[in-house]
T-cell receptor, first 110, second 113 residues
Framework: KNEVEQSPQNLTAQEGEFITINCSYSVGISALHWLQQHPGGGIVSLFM???GKKKHGRLIATINIQEKHSSLHITASHPRDSAVYIC????????????FGKGTKLTVNP | NAGVTQTPKFQVLKTGQSMTLQCAQD?????MSWYRQDPGMGLRLIHYSVGAGITDQGEVPNGYNVSRSTTEDFPLRLLSAAPSQTSVYFC????????????FGPGTRLLVL
């Protein structure tokens, strides 16, 4: 069982819909990343958070450390949001190793 | 700034051949790392470095060597390529460690026949 699980694996939405992607982890972590992988393959960092909530434009990331759960929300989704969204956890204990979820493929139709 | 660069973009090798995947960053980042991405597997850490002269193994280090002689460069060496090493390889860097914003290179697609 992967230490970091994402759901759903695939998600199809209509333009304008509110999107939620979930990430849960089974070990204690000190930080969690949300990444976006474009259809062309490039990977960009969206958020890094260790508590609470962060917002950037239409994207919102939340984390509940005690419940071992993080969510990525997209408001007013657009076809250009179509991508694979990946969460990655930094485990506690001084490790400098990230453990990745398998990703959620989002398709937003016009 | 060029950010994180990787060369080559695509490579075909025969089983048993060796090669080096290049990764360089011009942001003076201390932390650099190598990942492989396989269908259905997610990204997996191969090796990482927290500074020049310091490297450590990740989740899947077998068959790969790294060195970090300068802050800018972090090459990944395949000593004797195997078909199981067919994958897309990503290099990433951050200012201090894995808990900082990660900057990824464009990736190298490797096919081992």
């Amino acid at each position: 069982k992967n230490e970091v699980e994402q759901s759903p694996q695939n998600l199809t939405a209509q333009e304008g819909e509110f999107i939620t992607i979930n990430c849960s982890y089974s070990v204690g972590i000190s930080a969690l990343h949300w990444l976006q992988q474009h259809p062309g393959g490039g990977i960009v960092s969206l958020f890094m958070l260790s508590s609470g909530k962060k917002k950037h434009g239409r994207l919102i990331a939340t984390i509940n450390i005690q419940e071992k759960h993080s969510s990525l929300h997209i408001t007013a989704s657009h076809p250009r949001d179509s991508a694979v969204y990946i969460c990655a956890a930094l485990t506690q204990g001084g490790s400098e190793k990230l453990v990745f979820g398998k990703g959620t493929k989002l398709t937003v139709n016009p | 700034n060029a950010g994180v660069t990787q060369t080559p973009k695509f490579q075909v090798l025969k089983t048993g051949q060796s090669m080096t995947l290049q990764c360089a960053q011009d942001m003076n980042h201390e932390y650099m790392s190598w990942y492989r991405q396989d269908p259905g597997m997610g990204l997996r850490l191969i090796h990482y470095s927290v500074g020049a002269g310091i490297t450590d193994q990740g989740e899947v280090p077998n068959g790969y060597n790294v060195s970090r002689s300068t802050t800018e460069d972090f090459p990944l060496r395949l000593l004797s390529a195997a078909p199981s090493q067919t994958s897309v390889y990503f290099c990433a860097s951050s200012s201090e460690g894995a808990g900082e914003t990660q900057y990824f290179g464009p990736g190298t697609r490797l096919l081992v026949l």
